[in-house]
């Protein structure tokens, strides 16, 4: 049994998740923002912790760190503008990043995208620059830091049913469903020899304990 931090409790592969680790008994915190959101956490068996991590600064985020043995970081901006997309998906982030190391919790999953990079390439007048800017600088602050890492490259998000079958060696994204995403990052908890790797991949044709061993 381990206890989880989800940062993004509320997000549609944090939902998904949180019932794979409930059933394996471990448990399972999951951090929001709306209180409204808390009966949907813990009909999928975490427990809720309302928290904005967009503005409580580091010291309050290790406080709620403490204790858990692994930070799932599924949290994210949604793309609403520029700001807010940095303030979240980047400066958040990197000050969760900081405060589970305050906290002396090593094990960071960061849940990032396929093409993440500094070399992206996205075009800085295409909508989704902010984000490609954002999340490739957290990617690289956490593969800086000491902590035990593992950043998730999942591709397109779809809604299919999960086949519990990816493929970790494609060279290029396509579609992956949010079920195997989340199954991905259970398995990725469990795994030691996933630390200190980015694994992207697609829905594929290997099972998920098998293709993100090293």
């Known amino acids: 049994m381990a206890r989880i931090l989800i940062v993004g409790g509320h997000g549609k592969v944090a939902l998904l998740l ?111 620059f902010a984000y490609a800017e954002a999340k490739a600088a957290a990617d690289e602050h956490l593969r800086a830091s000491d902590l ?11 809604t299919a049913s999960p086949t519990g079958l990816i493929d970790a060696a494609a060279e290029s994204s396509h579609t992956v469903s949010r079920g195997n995403v989340a199954a991905v990052i259970a398995a990725t908890l469990q795994d030691p020899s996933t630390i200190g790797r980015t694994i992207r991949f697609n829905d594929g044709a290997t099972p998920i304990v098998d293709a993100i061993r090293a």
Request: hydrophobic share 45%; glycine share 8%; aromatic share 6%.
């Open 18 to 128: 949180a019932p794979i680790l409930a059933a394996r008994r471990d448990e399972v915190t999951a951090l929001i923002r709306n209180p409204a959101h808390a009966d949907d956490v813990r009909a999928a068996g975490a427990t809720p912790f309302v928290f904005d991590v967009e503005h409580e600064d580091r010291a309050a985020l290790a406080q709620v760190i403490a204790g858990h043995d692994a930070v799932v970081w599924s949290a994210g901006a949604g793309g609403v503008d520029p700001e807010r997309t940095k303030a979240v998906d980047h400066d958040a982030a990197v000050r969760s990043m900081d405060a589970a190391a305050d906290a002396g919790v090593q094990r960071y999953v960061m849940v990032s995208y396929f093409n993440a990079r500094p070399d992206h390439g996205v075009d800085p007048g295409n909508s989704f």
């Open 148 to 158: 035990d890492w593992t950043v998730l490259g999942p591709s397109g998000l779809t």
